[in-house]
């Protein structure tokens, strides 16, 4: 297995260079202000996905992928911060019964002593509607077939898995052309997604326990 594991290792796959092609199958943009990230990917060659992707406070990573290593079936998340609703609707409904009780007092609405204490609910009622919105995120992640490492996200608020579901089909049919345009063996296969991902360990896509964990997984099937 040393001998396999060297030969692996010292063998890294060459990819082209998504900035001097020209023949791009499908595009998905994905763009937060709010959020301060945005995900771009691109198919081209027919072969490769190339991914720019911002994150908040981490710096922009652009890489690319070979298709036929990118399990087509994503793993979905859907958060929905429940306790910051339950607050939200709390503060709105104390803030709703605060001002009905102000307007039957004796003296006029903009003149009653808790009008202070009342705007303050009601701007924390809006600051943490907000937050909720805010924290609300559909995220799909892809992983690689057999490694499972976690190859990229796409991440957005709710509806993102809606808004992305005619790229994602498109995805699926060039994984499975790709797939078909390189017919091997299955160790020629397992040899190939380690070299794989032995390239974007080098190009800091995946994290040396990123990478190990994948490489062990391979190795697992190699026998």
């Known amino acids: 297995m040393s001998a396999e594991h060297v030969l692996i290792e010292?063998?890294?796959?060459?990819?082209p260079d998504p900035r001097k092609v020209r023949n791009i199958q499908a595009s998905l943009k994905l763009l937060s202000r709010w959020r301060g990230c945005h995900t771009t990917l691109d198919i081209f060659e027919k072969r490769y996905l190339a991914i720019r992707s911002k994150r908040p406070r981490a710096s922009l990573k652009h890489y690319v992928l070979e298709l036929r290593f990118i399990d087509p079936t994503p793993e979905r998340r859907r958060h929905i911060p429940w306790r910051c609703l339950q607050v939200t609707a709390?503060?709105?409904?104390?803030?709703?019964?605060?001002?009905?009780?102000?307007?039957?007092?004796a003296f006029p609405f903009h003149e009653n002593p808790w009008l202070p204490a009342w705007a303050l609910i009601v701007c924390a009622a809006v600051f943490t509607g907000l937050l909720s919105i805010y924290r609300m995120t559909e995220t799909m992640t892809f992983l690689s077939v057999?490694?499972?490492?976690?190859?990229f996200d796409v991440v957005g608020g709710l509806g993102v898995f809606h808004s992305v579901r005619e790229f994602e089909?498109?995805?699926?049919?060039?994984?499975?052309?790709a797939v078909?345009?390189?017919r091997t063996t299955h160790a020629r296969d397992l040899?190939?997604?380690m070299r794989e991902h032995y390239r974007l360990q080098q190009h800091?896509?995946?994290?040396?326990?990123?990478y190990e964990e994948s490489k062990a997984r391979i190795l697992q099937q190699h026998a």
């Not at 800091?204 to 990123?210: A, N, R």
């Open 169 to 177: 089909a498109q995805l699926k049919a060039s994984i499975q052309r």
């Open 191 to 193: 040899r190939d997604e």
């Open 146 to 151: 057999r490694g499972r490492a976690r190859l």
């Open 180 to 182: 078909g345009l390189r």
């Open 90 to 105: 709390v503060l709105a409904l104390l803030s709703i019964g605060a001002g009905w009780w102000m307007k039957r007092a």
């Open 204 to 210: 800091g896509v995946l994290s040396m326990p990123e």
């Open 10 to 15: 010292s063998d890294v796959s060459e990819v």
